[in-house]
């Protein structure tokens, strides 16, 4: 199997991890020096958010050069660096590309809004509005969060451009030949350098409607999704979307091995998604995010697992994630219950797919509480600044990101290692008690060194990054799979109650990870704590 099909992908927030010359904002040359975490805790791909020059309005989401490094962050010698030190530790290495939009500081986009005739003027979505003089807006599609019109108006031009996160984040226009080029160029720019893939932010939405048709209005509740009030086949997962997914597909394959891979960011129902594998010859990975928005109960997951089963089956494989710097650090989903944790961590890593892990969950970070007022996150500044603390407060997902982007803890410092004592960081840090690397490093029962164990696990065990899954009737609250590669078996069980639970396997086995000490397998009698998980292996 191809290396990516089993690998385990951490996630860096580069701003976030590091900080290696005591400004206070995390860079590449504190990555680098932070690698062997990585590569000690038993993952094989890191996937680093962007580092690219921005105005950071939305910290990197918003480029203004996309074959450079922002000097905040470092050199293009760092980024190749960055490249040849995982290189050396035998990982590979994703950077992350924003095809969908630029920064409206982007060169490009200076020019194209300009006037309607110069040499840019179609790199990006302009259209004539509607209505008398033209001041309505040129189709119904709604921007992020579905709070307010996709389009902008530019006194310039005297025209809309469509901006489909933020409004300082035109949409380029795929259907020019000329950008297609120039993005192309992109990715052989650092595929030269020697980058192992991509993440691929927002890919969905890259190739709309070519007549940009008005999407239905449609009330409903997509799971794990916020309401929504209009259907969107006009601006998400188009069939042009999957037929740019073989083309770029195309571009990676031209480049020498080792195999270089495209990891999109999409979003929609699992059998939709599929589309963008295109049978093996489109993206190689697709994230699923209804993990995400998961449910702490045997149920969901029996249900995740037995749709993407369907969806995505053997040897496709789903990507997902428990958390990432856009979402709620699951911990705090399951109330801080550090056993809970647990169970998720053996979930997350033992179900059949490619596993992410954001930076900070392998310690059990919480979200760090960061008022509206003080949000650095664009999407509260432009979006919700109107929303009252105090109902903001008591929400269950948070919706300011600053509160999952806060540094990385390596120790309990006032700088928590993260950067020099005296410096104020760019996001305050979260000092939990117990929670830093320093804290968990080499205790047997930490969160850190479980995710050590099963990481190590899985790279040693090839059934169970890649073999089949077969789930197993298990007693209520209780899930249970198995696993089989050509070699080997493994029976996972999870009791997600608050009850003992007991389990009978059809043949011997062996614990191999369990998450609390009352954890135990006696010939073919499994005893679980109550919210505890089994990692089993037969012979
Ligand atoms: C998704 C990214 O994960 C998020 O952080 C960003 O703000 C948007 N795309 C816009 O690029
Ligand atoms: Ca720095």
Known sequence: MAWWHGTTIYQVYPRSFADGNGDGVGDLRGLIAHLDH????????VWVSPFFPSPQRDFGYDVTDYGSVAPEYGTLADADELIAQCHRRGMRVLFDLVLNHTSDEHPWFRESRRSRTNPRADWYVWRDGRGRHGRRPPNNWRSNLELRSAWQWSPGRGQWYLASFLPWQPDLDWRNPQVREAMFDVVRF??????????????????????????????????????????????????????????????????????????????????????????????????????????????????????????????????????????????????????????????LLTMRGVACVYQGQEIGLPNTYVPLRDARDPMVRELLWWLPEAVSRRLRRRVNRDEMRTPMPWTDAPGAGFCPDEVVPWLPIGHVPGRNVAAQAGREDSLLELYRRLLHLRGRARALREGTLRLLPTPRGVLGYARRGPAERWTVLANLTGRRARHQLTDRGELAVGTDPDVSVTGRDVRLAPHSAAVIGHR
């Open 190 to 347: 650092w595929l030269d350098r020697g980058v192992d893939g991509f993440r691929l932010d927002m890919f969905g939405t890259v190739m709309k409607d070519e007549a940009l048709r008005d999407n239905p209005f449609r009330p409903t509740l997509e799971d794990g999704d916020l309401p929504r009030l209009w259907r969107r086949p006009f601006n998400r997962n188009t069939e042009d979307n999957f037929t740019l997914a073989r083309d770029l597909r195309a571009v990676t394959d031209a480049a020498p091995e080792p195999e270089r891979i495209l990891l999109g960011e999409v979003f929609g129902r699992s059998d939709e998604l599929s589309g963008y594998l295109a049978d093996g010859h489109g993206l190689h990975l697709v994230f699923l995010f209804d993990l995400l928005a998961f449910r702490y109960d045997a149920g969901f997951f029996r249900r995740l697992i037995a749709e993407h089963e369907t969806a995505f089956p053997w040897p496709a494989q789903p990507a997902y994630a428990l958390e990432n710097h856009d979402q709620t650090r699951s911990i705090d989903l399951v109330g801080g219950d550090l056993r809970k944790a647990r169970v998720l961590a053996v979930l």
């Open 38 to 45: 990585i590569r000690d805790l038993g993952a094989e791909t």
